[in-house]
């Protein structure tokens, strides 16, 4: 079966080291929402007359926010149809509480949830100082806005968003990405992806 694995949880939980890992055993195409509309929302965002940096505006959230989900979920399609196993990395919170959304993936690249693996890991960090000394060390400008605006800012490191799709509860993972990435944390992953017995990560 194909592989589609949903990396979510607030910034600088690690979701993207996570699935950078696991993408270093299993093969497969790599979408980040930050990757695949950042340059384009920053473009919006200066042109309109806010921080290039700030997803937190209503203006973003109106007009950029589900244009970013929506093309990373095309290009999701294309590669599922291509036969490829896909990560897509981003929270994914409004995604995630719509039922029909992951029906309507799988469907648009011409296949049947019998052929694709759908599976969501949810990063998450012990705590708040944790997270904000992840984001300061990938050292990203587009982060400075979050640093500027830190008190407003701030997410539950824990939070675990609803997840109301059609999958069983077998293919939710709560990761707990504290501390050192270690090779048999990789390895329990791989074996939640790959459908082997999982042991607690």
């Given at each position: 079966?194909?592989?589609?694995?949903f990396?979510?949880g607030?910034a600088?939980?690690g979701?993207?080291?996570?699935?950078?890992?696991?993408?270093?055993?299993?093969?497969?195409?790599?979408?980040?929402?930050?990757?695949?509309?950042?340059?384009?929302?920053?473009?919006?965002?200066?042109?309109?007359?806010?921080?290039?940096?700030?997803?937190?505006?209503?203006?973003y959230?109106?007009?950029?926010?589900?244009?970013?989900?929506?093309?990373?979920?095309?290009?999701?399609?294309?590669?599922?149809?291509?036969?490829?196993?896909?990560?897509?990395?981003?929270?994914?919170?409004?995604?995630?509480?719509?039922?029909?959304?992951?029906?309507?993936?799988?469907?648009?690249?011409?296949?049947?949830?019998?052929?694709?693996d759908?599976?969501?890991?949810?990063?998450?960090?012990?705590?708040?100082?944790?997270?904000?000394?992840?984001?300061?060390?990938?050292?990203?400008?587009?982060?400075?806005?979050?640093?500027?605006?830190?008190s407003?800012?701030?997410?539950?490191?824990?939070?675990?968003?609803?997840?109301?799709?059609?999958?069983?509860?077998?293919?939710?993972?709560?990761?707990?990405?504290?501390?050192?990435?270690?090779?048999?944390?990789?390895?329990?992953?791989?074996?939640?992806?790959?459908?082997?017995?999982?042991?607690?990560?």
């Amino acid at each position: 079966m194909q592989k589609l694995v949903f990396f979510v949880g607030v910034a600088g939980t690690g979701k993207t080291t996570v699935a950078r890992k696991l993408s270093e055993r299993i093969p497969a195409a790599f979408l980040d929402r930050d990757t695949v509309g950042g340059r384009f929302v920053e473009a919006m965002l200066e042109r309109s007359g806010f921080d290039k940096n700030d997803r937190d505006s209503d203006f973003y959230k109106q007009n950029l926010r589900d244009l970013e989900y929506d093309t990373t979920k095309d290009i999701c399609i294309e590669n599922l149809a291509a036969g490829q196993n896909v990560f897509m990395i981003s929270p994914f919170t409004a995604e995630l509480k719509n039922k029909a959304w992951i029906e309507e993936v799988v469907a648009a690249a011409g296949l049947t949830k019998a052929q694709v693996d759908v599976k969501v890991v949810v990063v998450t960090l012990e705590n708040i100082e944790l997270q904000k000394n992840r984001i300061i060390g990938r050292q990203t400008e587009r982060d400075q806005w979050k640093l500027d605006n830190w008190s407003h800012f701030e997410k539950r490191v824990a939070f675990v968003p609803e997840i109301n799709w059609d999958i069983p509860q077998s293919s939710i993972l709560v990761f707990d990405n504290s501390g050192e990435m270690t090779a048999e944390k990789v390895e329990k992953l791989q074996q939640f992806v790959e459908d082997r017995a999982v042991a607690t990560v």
